[in-house]
């Protein structure tokens, strides 16, 4: 064995598993100090371990032997637990997961971010455990991910046809999933429809591997109306396939109120820079929200738990104090669904976001709503955001930030400084990235309140809202 895998390769015996870690890990430490990171354990538990990676801080390995089971284990409703990588906390009490998530946007502001804090706000948990989810992508694949059961059993398998998801790492592996607890069982009966009907039709599954096959992806997206988008990807044309399948679901599925397809040819699966086509009804659904209806296509970006989504604006219109006095600034807006979500409350908001077509959206939305205090500029927010456009647009009494996982760019943070509103609420889906931001606005702002927010329950994501207020 060479010297590197005999670091990597380590056995640890009778070690406690202390804390949730990132991406979804627990963490074991030993009497020694030594820290792992596990995939298959719960904090509470005392285990063996096999270590298969030393990092220049921590091993990484798996729990080989389970001595002592946490209170905090419960039993994983779904049968793919472990080998898919959707929900990698099945196997934590719900109570535990947000346990753990206010732990870490907590740790989080104060580790990276140096920050004084208030008292936490509780974390807002989700009201639905299982089943939020609006908006699924599947794959389908010609050449299934096969289970160590499956490999080692003599048994020849014949149905070789996935759809599902990913494997966590794996672009060409495909899991398919006999069942998925994430979106609403409407969902469940389409997607299971889509694999029996295309098994009985023998409709070609892709190989993305040697590039052959019809069927590429099924996208699902299901508002809270009722209503429900199908968007079926084909890796080439074989019209006879494609409208036997698009019939089947138009005369099986009168819920779906948007029938869609693409023919994608290229060598990845996005559809962004590709023609959706709407084969029946519309080629949008609808989303309500607290009144206001948001138009949904197949590209749009919408919070992908709809009533999850609903709280976290509470807390953050809540957070920004509004009286209706205030010119508000909603960075990072997105389709304009938080601008459009505190007009009401404010005289007028500004929308910023780098994406054209969800700033049309954003429009459209607000003409729909019959929303006449906003306005939504499209543009990298570096080159929008400057002070030329606050000279033109009014310096706001509130901003609302809402970055991608990235957190903002520090030419933002520097805008924000320079800026200096007396207000900043700032909503984030990476309280790592948050806090680094927040530590850089820390020399002119206070934290004031702060509230983690539970979007995903089942995964170790957390959305964490924060209100900094100018230090006078
Ligand atoms: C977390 S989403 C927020 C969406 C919106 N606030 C909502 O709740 O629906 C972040 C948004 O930032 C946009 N974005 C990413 N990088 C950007 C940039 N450099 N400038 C402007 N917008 C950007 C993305 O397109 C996305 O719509």
Known sequence: ?????????????????????????????????????????????????????????????????????????????????????????????????????????????????????????????????????????????????????????????????ALGFHIPGMWDKILHLDECHLHPAIGEQIRLSVHAFAEAEQIEYFNPREKTGVLRTLMLRMSSTGEIMVVIQFFKEDEKARISLLEHLKNSFPQIKSLQYIINEKANDTIYDQEVICYDGRDHIFEEMEGLQFKINAKSFYQTNSKQAFELYKITRDFAGLTGEELVYDLYTGTGTIAQFVAKKANHVVGIESVPVAIEDAKANAAHNGIDNTTFFAGDMRDVFTADFIAEHGAPDVVI?????????????????????????????????????????????????YQPVDMFPQTHHVESVVLLEIIK
């Open 401 to 449: 930030t809402d970055p991608p996982r990235d957190g903002m760019h520090k030419d933002v943070v520097a805008q924000l400084l320079a800026l200096a509103a007396p207000r900043i609420v700032y909503v984030s889906c990476n309280s790592a990235t948050q806090a680094r931001d927040l530590a850089l606005l820390n020399e002119q702002y206070k934290v004031v309140k």
């Open 1 to 161: 064995m060479s010297k590197r895998r005999k670091r990597a390769n380590k056995t640890f015996e009778n070690v406690p598993v202390v804390d949730a870690g990132a991406k979804g890990k627990s963490v074991a430490k030993t009497e020694d100090g030594a820290v792992i990171f596990l995939k298959n354990a719960v904090p509470g538990d005392v285990v063996d371990i096999q270590t298969f990676k030393k990092r220049k801080s921590y091993f990484e390995g798996e729990a080989t032997v389970f001595h002592t089971l946490s209170d905090r284990r419960t039993e994983p409703v779904c049968k793919h637990f472990g080998t898919c990588g959707g929900c990698k906390w099945q196997h934590m009490s719900y109570e535990s997961q947000l346990f753990f998530k206010q732990k870490e946007v907590v740790e989080n502001l104060t580790r990276i971010g140096h920050l004084e804090l208030p008292e936490v706000t509780p974390i807002a948990g989700s009201e639905e455990q299982y089943y939020y989810r609006n908006k699924m992508e599947f794959s389908f694949s010609a050449s299934r991910w096969l289970t160590l059961e499956e490999i080692q059993s003599e048994v020849q398998i014949e149905d070789k046809k």
